[in-house]
């Protein structure tokens, strides 16, 4: 069994940061890809930044320049670095992670979600 827990959203004014955690727990081989998503009510929910095993990351163009995932192997934990905040970045942000549970078999996990919202 696996579980990804989020944490360190919350409410912000615009110009603000946060800092979004993700820590994989449980009965893991291997994490390849991590990645954080977001969904805002209405909308599907989108890729905001992607960080794969070797550490090439990508990024929304959106958040480009705001925003940098980061990762710690040691702690099977990834991280989103929120700068320069803006109202429109308001959703609830989802971990994912696919994750090696034997040598041959991998399964994509998410977290539960972490309100995320912007406004003065």
């Known amino acids: 069994q696996v579980q990804l827990v989020e944490s360190g959203g919350g409410l912000v004014q615009p110009g603000g940061s946060l800092r979004l955690s993700c820590a994989a727990s449980?009965?893991?081989?291997?994490?390849?890809?991590m990645g954080w998503y977001r969904q805002a009510p209405g909308k599907e929910r989108e890729l905001v930044a992607g960080i794969i095993s070797g550490g090439s990351t990508k990024y929304a163009e959106s958040v480009k320049g705001r925003f940098t995932i980061s990762r710690d192997k040691a702690k099977n934990t990834v991280y989103l670095q929120m700068n320069s905040l803006k109202p429109e970045d308001t959703a609830v942000y989802y971990c994912?992670?696919?994750?090696?549970?034997?040598?041959?078999?991998?399964?994509?996990?998410w977290g539960q979600g972490t309100q995320v919202s912007v406004s003065s």
């Open positions: 994912n992670a696919h994750i090696g549970v034997t040598t041959t078999i991998g399964y994509d996990y």
């Open positions: 449980g009965t893991i081989f291997s994490i390849n890809d």
